[in-house]
């Protein structure tokens, strides 16, 4: 009895309310509870009214918890909406910009690039000249753009194979199955 008394002791100072609503919980099991129930008769009326308030304590306890935890779990549920928000968002800059980018390339850069994404990158030989654009820039400028590796052809003489950059290849190759298109202006690529 005295670890009983110890234990409601350190629950007191711990956990109070859910402590008194248990011993009240306990108690009024015990006064509902004819002398002829089998448990009551089995653990005696000290252990019976112990065993409910425990029951009652534990209940009380994980409602306190689920309480204390609803704007926490609210909260983080806010955040995780915002963030899917934001990086829709930054998605859609992301994919707009490389719209305009392609938008902005010669039909022959173009063309090289449905091409990549038709033969599934593999390397080709291209002659880079002739798909620059006159007043520009080009994609075969751009080492993230595009790869170039030199290698000795059947004749021997050095040949330049090309393939587009990895994460740029990517990033076209997952805006093409999700949109269904590579710039602003739906183009038949022979894919489709």
């Known amino acids: 009895m005295e670890g009983l008394t110890d234990a409601l002791k350190v629950l007191f100072e711990k956990r109070f309310m859910p402590t008194v609503i248990g011993i009240v919980a306990g108690i009024s ?3 509902l509870t004819p002398e002829t129930n089998g448990l009551l008769q089995k653990l005696g009326r000290n252990w019976y009214v112990a065993l409910f308030a425990g029951i009652a304590i534990i209940v009380v306890s994980l ?3 689920i309480i204390k935890c609803l704007p926490k779990w609210k909260n983080h549920r806010e955040v995780c909406r915002k963030n899917q928000e934001y990086d829709l968002k930054e998605e859609k800059e992301r994919v707009q910009d490389l ?12 063309e090289i690039i449905e091409l990549f994404l038709e033969n599934g990158n593999t390397p080709q030989v291209l002659n880079r000249y002739s798909y620059q654009i006159e007043y520009g820039r080009s994609i075969f400028d751009n080492p993230k753009l595009m790869k170039e590796h030199t290698i000795l052809d059947d004749k021997g003489f050095q040949t330049t194979e090309y393939v587009l950059g990895e994460s740029f ?3 076209l190759l997952y805006i093409l199955n999700k949109y269904g298109r590579i710039s602003n202006f739906k183009e038949d690529l022979k894919n489709d």
């Not at 719209?99 to 173009?110: N, P």
């Open 29 to 31: 099991a015990y006064a």
């Open 63 to 65: 409602i306190q918890y």
């Open 99 to 110: 719209w305009d980018y392609i938008d902005g390339l010669s039909v022959r850069e173009r």
């Open 169 to 171: 290849y990517k990033e």
